[in-house]
């Protein structure tokens, strides 16, 4: 059996399925400490167009997304002007929910404020967990898995404070599991690392 075949069949979090891009979304990102701002500013983005959407509508759009919205340079999507949102607006490749849209816009240049008031986003951004990813204390389940925990009410709270939109609990709860802030792979999934 060769390593392809091995990965295709290794345990991994209910929630993978057997979409191909989902699984490697899973192996290859997912709880995967990222502190790249560029990046972090991507997945809380694409995890806000997600509310009310499955992740796996905007992993399979993603591509389209990173071509509309410049690659999610930030200083470009602060400066979109109407124009630029009508055309975002009538782009089939993505989610073309108008309170979305502009909401990405003004996250954008909420980043850039953030970043010019208190440095790297980042470094802001990770010690909401100390700098470390955050490890459940007991073993994980798929019904243990909380949809929103304390910090990220408060991260939350403190993205909304900054001007952010589309960064309720939940959402903010799902972009830091993406990006690794906790690491939530179930009990049987190959990448668990519980207690």
């Known amino acids: ?37 560029r990046e972090l500013f991507e997945r809380l983005l694409l995890e806000g167009f997600q509310a009310g959407l499955s992740w796996r509508t905007i992993l399979h759009k993603r591509e389209n997304f990173r071509r509309a919205f410049d690659h999610f340079a930030v200083e470009k999507i602060a400066a979109y002007d109407e124009e630029k949102i009508a055309s975002l607006l009538a782009d089939a490749g993505i989610v073309r929910n108008r309170l979305k849209v502009r ?50 009410r408060h991260l939350s709270r403190s993205l909304r404070q900054a001007g952010f939109t589309f960064v309720g609990p939940t959402i903010c709860y799902a972009f830091m599991q993406s990006v690794g802030m906790v690491d939530d792979h179930m009990v049987g999934c190959y990448k668990y690392r519980g207690p």
Request: proline content about 9%; glycine content about 6%; hydrophobic content about 40%.
């Open 1 to 37: 059996m060769n390593t392809m075949d091995s990965m295709e069949e290794a345990p991994r979090c209910f929630w993978a399925g057997n979409d191909e891009l989902m699984q490697a979304y899973h192996d290859e990102e997912w709880g995967v400490p990222v502190y790249d701002d």
């Open 103 to 152: 909401g990405a816009v003004r996250n954008a240049q909420a980043f850039l404020r953030l970043v010019e008031a208190e440095g790297p986003f980042s470094d802001w951004l990770w010690r909401f967990v100390g700098g470390e990813p955050q490890i459940p204390a007991t073993p994980l389940l798929p019904e243990h898995i909380p949809t929103q925990t304390d910090i990220a």
